[in-house]
């Protein structure tokens, strides 16, 4: 049976690569703070405070409602991110439909409490950011661009917030 847990360092390294190129796709980069393979593996990337927004009495419900459907949804595309360059790019095979079942899982909890979704809004959001993920995690320049921030993430073992956007420029080109 397939599960979400890392096999190694290196499965390890390119799930983190994989999150931090969803970070860069969803535009959410100004919320990272750093990441550090070594860590529990649900803290290996390290968000700033304002990823976990979780509302404020200053703001309208509308502009409140509208950032945890924004952390939702970047929360929701590193997670497929990191399966998809842990699959795709790393072992070179299309993800399981086991685990593209759990993703869906994942996302439908997530997206009802955090957010209120309705299934339909849910199912949709899922399918055009995993059709998306697809496309680029199949990409063979997000692939070399991939291998390399993953060999230097093993090598280096923690980034911070402006290395991993040094180290991820090319991907503003392709």
């Not at 929701?76 to 699959?87: A, V």
């Not at 199949?138 to 180290?167: C, K, N, W």
Request: aromatic share 6%; proline share 2%; with cysteine.
């Amino acid at each position: 049976m397939e599960t979400l847990k890392y096999k190694d360092d290196t499965d390890r390294s390119y799930g983190a690569t994989g999150m931090a190129i969803g970070l860069l796709i969803f535009d959410g980069e100004d919320m990272l703070a750093s990441i550090n393979i070594d860590g529990d593996p649900n803290d290996m990337v390290v968000m700033s405070p304002d990823f976990y927004f979780a509302g404020n009495p200053g703001v309208s419900a509308k502009t409140a409602w509208n950032q945890m459907l924004k952390n939702y949804n970047l929360g929701i595309g590193m997670l497929m991110s990191n399966l998809l360059c842990r699959h795709l790019v790393s072992a070179r095979q299309a993800l399981p439909a086991v685990l593209r079942e759990r993703l869906h899982s994942i996302a439908v909890e997530e997206g009802r409490d955090a957010c209120s979704l309705e299934d339909d809004e849910i199912d949709r959001l899922f399918e055009k950011n995993m059709s998306y993920l697809t496309k680029v995690f199949s990409h063979r320049g997000v692939q070399s661009i991939a291998h390399d921030f993953a060999a230097e993430l093993l090598s280096r073992r923690t980034l911070s917030r402006l290395d991993v956007l040094e180290q991820l420029e090319a991907l503003r080109v392709l």
